[in-house]
């Protein structure tokens, strides 16, 4: 059973991982593990998210692959709760980023700046401003 603290501690290990490649200055060689960190820790930024909320129970999964698009998000999570569109905008966004550095040749260091930074702001408003 997965609990906040869980999550919690989950996201930590990978928000570890991404600045570990960010000080390594290892961005364009680990995009790929970068690109599942990213997706993971948001995957677990939004279920402690609804923790919190008291919108989901201890062992519920929040997958990933819930955000291929804003569709897929709105049908598993119908539920209503302060900047919905924005923090869907930003998962769907970073479910775009794994699909683009995970699978195929390597991307442009760009977009895995671009990934790192979606994150980051995604974070920073769901577990900063208090959402």
């Known amino acids: 059973m997965t ?4 999550h919690s501690k989950i996201l930590k290990e990978f928000v570890d991982d991404i600045n570990e490649k960010i000080n390594a200055n290892l961005l364009y060689e680990r995009q790929k593990i970068i690109g ?26 929040v997958n990933h692959r819930d955000f291929s698009s804003l569709k897929s998000a709105e049908e598993k999570y119908p539920f209503d709760f302060e900047g919905k569109s924005e923090i869907f905008r930003f998962l769907v966004n970073q479910e775009n980023f794994r699909n683009k550095l995970c699978y195929g040749k390597d991307k442009e260091l760009k977009i895995v700046k671009e990934a790192i930074s979606n994150f980051f702001e995604l974070k920073n408003i769901i577990l900063e401003e208090g959402h």
């Open 3 to 6: 609990t906040i603290e869980e």
């Open 36 to 61: 599942f960190s990213a997706s993971e820790a948001s995957a677990n930024l939004f279920a402690i998210l609804f923790h919190r909320l008291n919108l989901i129970e201890p062992g519920f999964n």
